[in-house]
Every structure is written in C-alpha cells, then in structure tokens.
C-alpha cells in the first residue's frame, strides 16, 4: 500500500516480514481505526470516460471515498500533493475525503464534481459519461458516509490518500471479488439490495485498510503518533478501559509523563484534548449500547465510565444535540 502524504513524498507500504512479533498495544490501538467504519449510507457511481477529462471533488466530510479503476488508469492530484498514477486493478482510498481532481492527464483542470453529478444523496447510485476521443477508463467510485463523531484522533490522522495497486488487491482475495462485484454493471437488483451494497461497501473499506494496520504494526514510525510511548499507551487505556474514573492527572501518572507535558503532547500527535478523546469513546460505547442491545438505558451510565445518571445524560446531550432515549428512538424509527 501506499500512503500519500507530504508534498512531493510517495511512501510505499510492503507487508510485514514476520520478525518480531508487534507489541499488543499497538495491535489495541490500531484495532481502534475501525471503530468508526459502520458506514451510515453510500453514494456510488460508474465512470465511464475517454480523454480528455478531468473532475475535481470536494472535501467531504464524515465521509471516505473510494476509487477503484476497473479498465484504463487516470492520475490523482490533490492540494500540495505530488501526483499519483493508478492503473486497472488499483485502488485508491481517501480516508477523511480529502479534495482530489481525477483526470487523464495530471496538470489538466477539468468540470466540477457538483457539476457533473448535481445529487448524491446516501443510498442512490449515478453514472458519469464523458465521450472524447483519447483512451477509455472505467471507475468504481463512492462516497461512504460514516459518523464523523465516532472517528477518532488517530483515524483523522491517517495519510490523505491509501493505495493499493493492482497486484496487492489480488493478494485480498475478498476485496478484490467485492470490488469487482459492486463495479459490475449488471449485478442482481432485489429485495435488500441498498443494505446488501452498504455492508458491501463497508467490507471493502474495512480490507482495504487491513494491510496498512498490518503495517503499522510492524513499523510504529508510520504514524507518528505510535512513535510516543506515553501518548500511544494513553490511547490503548481510553480505547480499552474507558470506564474507569480517569482524570488528566491520572492519566498523565499513568504513563509517567506531568500533567503539562501529557496534555501538550496528546493535543499535538491526536489533534485533541485528552479529555475530550475520552468522552468521545464513552459518547461512541454509549451510542452502540444504545441502538445494538436491548440494554436498559439506567444502565447505560456506569458501563460508559459514569457514575451519575444525570451527568450521563447531560455529557450525552451535549455531545449528540438529544437525550439518550431520543437517540435510542430516533435511530430506532430510522431503521
């Protein structure tokens, strides 16, 4: 995989040797990137154009995107970031959705994306054609909505792009049969079929960010926020004990740093506050016991880390806009 990163870098991910065994913090941690990946809807569209072309898409927020190039190639090019080339078989994935342009050539400016496909709400598919008389591609392409509030620091610091190339999509038996299905133009419409295309989608995103945990895994100095001992053990505690009754003092204590420089630290490698990354996994736990289980919502509270019911109930409504039981109901009559 590659991971498209600073200007001008291009750094390419190969699997693991297997020496060493990583540590079971990181696998904690890393584990941790797919927590927010239950997709809440998905726009997909099938590209079929011929140069010269070239599309130019918006920053998306709570949302990845998705392009895999089923014939041809094109180049991505994004803000201050050194063109990518993909050919058939290559995947490339926008974590956060970074703005990109998609093109034939990569210095060729081209149509706006609202332009060309005006609608994309969550749950609808389109197709984009443009006729021109260089070489033909074809791409999957989608947008998979996710619930921004349950991403995490360490999600949000992932590379602007990931790729695969051709040849370590095949070594994904199961993404690259799902990629193929869902780029398909004439795949079975039926009963469910929206669903089916969701969890389709979310598996697809899920296996294609298997290899780059792989290796992180096993080269920490990846991401740079597994560089820091301290920082890195703090997440594993809130990841995985987020109901005990931490503070910032005792977090810090725990990992053996002050209080300023833990909190100066934290702020810099996971862009927030360690409080707040704390509430954030409690609001997330909370929310899943919420809408998955049947679990009564008195007792909710202390397996999300909080001893009083009201100051559950106020630190919830300040971080979902609705009371628990509005949640529970509002997601309830969604479905």
């Known amino acids: 995989m590659d991971t498209v990163g600073t200007p001008g870098t291009d750094r390419r991910i190969t699997a693991p040797t297997g020496r060493g065994r990583p540590e079971a913090e990181h696998d904690d941690l890393l584990s941790e990137l797919l927590k927010p990946l239950r997709l809440t809807g998905v726009f997909d569209s099938r590209w079929h154009v011929s140069a010269p072309w070239a599309i130019e898409g918006d920053a998306e927020e709570g949302c990845a995107v998705l392009h895999y190039v089923v014939e041809g190639g094109c180049w991505i090019t994004g803000a201050d970031q ?15 959705g970074a703005a990109h342009r998609l093109s034939d050539r990569p210095e060729r400016q081209g149509l706006s994306l609202k332009a060309v496909l005006p609608e ?12 021109g008389t260089g070489d033909e591609s074809r791409l999957l392409c989608a ?15 992932l590379p602007w792009a990931l790729v695969l190339d051709g040849a370590q999509v095949d070594r994904e038996p199961l993404l690259r049969d799902t990629l193929r299905l869902l780029a398909s133009t004439d795949r079975p419409i039926g009963p469910g079929d929206r669903l089916i295309t969701l969890r389709a989608f979310e598996m697809a995103l899920v296996l294609a960010l298997r290899p780059l945990l792989r290796e992180l895994a096993d080269n920490p100095a990846s991401l740079p926020v597994l560089r820091h001992p301290g920082i890195s053990r703090a997440l594993v505690m809130i990841a995985t004990r987020f109901t005990e009754p931490w503070t910032i003092d005792s977090l810090a204590r725990e990992v053996g740093m002050s209080r300023s420089a833990f909190t100066a630290a934290f702020r810099e490698l996971v862009g927030e506050s360690p409080a707040r990354h704390l509430t954030a996994r409690r609001m997330q736990e909370a929310a899943r016991l919420l809408t998955e289980t049947h679990l009564p919502q008195s ?6 880390g909080y001893q009083s019911a009201v100051g559950f109930h106020l630190a919830f409504r300040k ?3 609705m009371t628990p039981g509005e949640y529970r109901t509002g997601v309830a009559s969604a479905a």
Request: charged share 20%; proline share 10%; no cysteine.
């Open 82 to 96: 050194a063109p990518v080339e993909l050919r058939a078989g290559d995947l490339i994935v926008f974590p956060t």
């Open 120 to 131: 994309r709400d969550p749950g609808t598919s389109g197709e984009i054609r443009i006729d």
């Open 143 to 157: 947008g998979l909505h996710y619930d921004a509030g349950a991403a995490g620091g360490l999600y949000r610091s």
């Open 299 to 304: 007792s909710v509270p202390p397996r999300v």
């Open 319 to 321: 971080w979902f806009g």
